[in-house]
């Protein structure tokens, strides 16, 4: 394939013009004044001189100029190491176009290309991220006096590994079969990491037999390869059966270890680590870091400082990694002091924190609202010299978003593009947000649209980002139509877009509408969650409907999803509204029986406030007993925010907080005596 002038395969940006290299044969450049035919002259550079010149060369440009003199003299006539070293050269900065003329150039003075050579060429293109390209240029591989070899088609299976182009890997392994060549075990594990990567891990459990049956024995990177699938599959158990068939290096352990970490069985992986320490492998910073990090993750930061203690003490090193995953557990917990304890106490000691690191602690101080800590720990990060990434401006922006602050949110919007870091999907729905936050509709439509434009589409949570904002600003009708126009787009809806728009539709009375969204899910086969049963159940018990409220609670039992304090707090609320305060007795003390929740102190306001209004005063005190008895919550004034799902409560019923602390004032006794049994 020949390029046309001025064409490139890459898109750069200011990309310096190169010279082109003139050929070294003065038979293809014609002269305007002829000489006369001198007799050849010996070469006067040497093949080691020329090559050092050009591998020492740190500049592109000058390593081509000098290439191209010593072309165009009598002094040296190329060969196939300098232009290995050449094409190498250019290939370790994608410079496509330059490597293609080389080629060509090569083929035009008549010298072979050589199979080191060749996997040069096929690197750079696997470098520049141009694989099928190198496949083209496979093809043409006799035209420049180099035959296909098993070596060859092993780097161009992994190039296009690299590009996941799955679907090219298969018909070049048949190809390289019908030109007889033997697969050997770097073409098998190529194949092997291919077919892992596609989740097709009996595909490479049928390849391990049959490397065995061809007389190729697997090795150690074939067994981890698929190990390692079978680990991240969740297929921990059968992982473990293969690796019994090999002996397992830290590598099979690291990814083992990962594995029943990623399904919470902590003591398995920690009895992991004393099996390796009993057959003498010692387990590495990847070992220990994959264990610390998913402790950390699950709110467990104490069992995670006990697994550091012991790396400490078999001697291995910490790195930036376990100490984020620490910090990261520490604000998870709300432990933002020592989060930050433990952030300069590895500053000090000399872990230089990366770009990982940083976004790790601007996440946790703005997940907190202290956003003017997350600036400054920004500005200490650009001091060090450490470029913040998209991440990190996307972070910031959610928590600007989150505090409410829109002119900070879209400065530092401003700001990343003025770094020129490229925003992804997530900054956009991050901004998304922020606008939506403001009702600033109109202006979130314009970014959603935009992203199309930039060569970043939205995907399925930007619109239900969008969704959820137009459905809390009443603007239900427009909510609709972004659905319709995700679907036009190619994004399908998923059971939260659904959650936001029975929100919206039940939020404005419009209950038809509403409950035939209901129908479309069940159409569709979208399995409901726990937030979709909550908010149709709220739906049918504002429109009165609570005998189809109870069969809908009775479908999800059915259907195995959990109730939660929401759920039991709808019902109940609903049930002491109409007045059947009996059937919300009942379904209150069932929390005692099954155990499935805990009544909070919305429960009881609910329960106190139809008790008061339709039994009387002594049956409430009895219940207001019980909930200071059980450790309830009786700071009324400061009640923790009602989910959305929740109805909102008219001033009349939120009078309940009212009534019961006069009832709280007025009888001291039993003040008292409440407060001695709490104490007890």
Known sequence: MYLKEGCSLLLKIHKPTRPL??????????????????????????????????KHEPQLGLALEYFRSISNSRDFKHTQLTYKAMIEKLGSQCEMDGVQYLMHQMKLEGVSCSEDLFISVVKAYRRAGLAEQALKVFYRIREFGCKPSVKIYNHLLDALLCENRFWMINPVYVNMKKDGMVPNV???????????????????????????????????????????????LGKVDEARELACKFEPNVAVYNALVNGLCKEFKFEEALGLLVEMADKGLDPNVITYSTVISSLSDVWNVESALAVLA????????????????????????????????????????????????????????????????????????????????????????????????????????????????????IAYTCMVDVLCRKYMF??????????????????????????????????????????????????????????????????????????????????????????????????????????????????????????????????????CKQGRIKTAIQLFNSSGAVKEWCPDVITYTSLLWGICSSVGLDEAMVYLHKMISEDANLDFEHMPPQPRCFPEQSNEDYQLSVTLNNIWVQRPVHRASLEDAHTL
């Not at 305007?32 to 550079?45: D, G, V």
């Not at 009165?544 to 059915?558: I, S």
């Open 21 to 54: 290299v003139l050929s070294s044969n003065p038979n293809l450049v014609p002269s305007l004044n002829p000489k006369p035919q001198t007799e050849p002259t010996q070469p006067i550079l040497a093949e080691s001189e020329v090559l050092q010149r050009l």
């Open 186 to 232: 770097f073409t098998y594990n190529i194949l092997l990491k291919a077919l892992c990567k596609n989740d097709r891990v009996d595909g490479a459990h049928k390849l391990l037999v049959e490397m065995s049956k061809k007389g190729c024995c697997p090795d150690t990177v074939s067994y981890t390869t698929v190990v390692s699938a079978l680990c991240r």
């Open 310 to 425: 012991k790396m400490f003490v078999r001697g291995c090193r910490p790195n930036i990694h376990t100490f984020t995953s620490l910090i990261k557990g520490y604000f998870m917990e709300g432990r933002v002091s020592e989060a930050l304890d433990l952030w300069n106490r590895m500053v000090r000691e000399g872990f230089g924190p990366n770009v990982v690191a940083y976004t790790t602690v601007i996440h946790g101080l703005c997940s907190v609202g202290n956003m003017r800590k997350a600036v400054s720990v920004l500005h200490e990060m650009e001091r060090m010299g450490c470029s913040p990434n998209v991440t990190t401006f996307s972070t910031l922006i959610d928590g600007f978003a989150k505090a409410g602050n829109l002119v900070r949110a879209s400065e530092t919007w401003n700001k990343m593009m003025a770094c020129g870091c490229r925003p992804n999907v």
């Open 442 to 575: 109109n202006r979130a439509q314009c970014l959603v649209e935009n992203m199309t434009a930039e060569g970043c589409p939205p995907n399925t949570v930007t619109y239900n980002t969008f969704i959820k904002g137009l459905c809390e600003g009443g603007e239900v009708d427009w909510a609709v139509k972004v659905l319709n126009t995700m679907r036009d787009n190619g994004s399908l809806p998923n059971i939260t877009t659904y959650n936001e728009l029975l929100y919206g539709l039940f939020k404005v009375n419009r209950f038809k509408e509403a409950f035939g969204l209901v129908r479309e899910i069940h159409d569709k086969g979208l399995k409901l969650n726990l937030v979709t049963y909550n908010t149709i159940l709220n739906g049918f018990c504002c429109a009165g409907m609570t005998n189809e409220a109870m069969q809908v609670f009775g479908n999800m039992l059915k259907c195995g999803t959990k109730p939660d304090a929401i759920t039991y707090n709808i019902l109940i609320y609903f049930f």
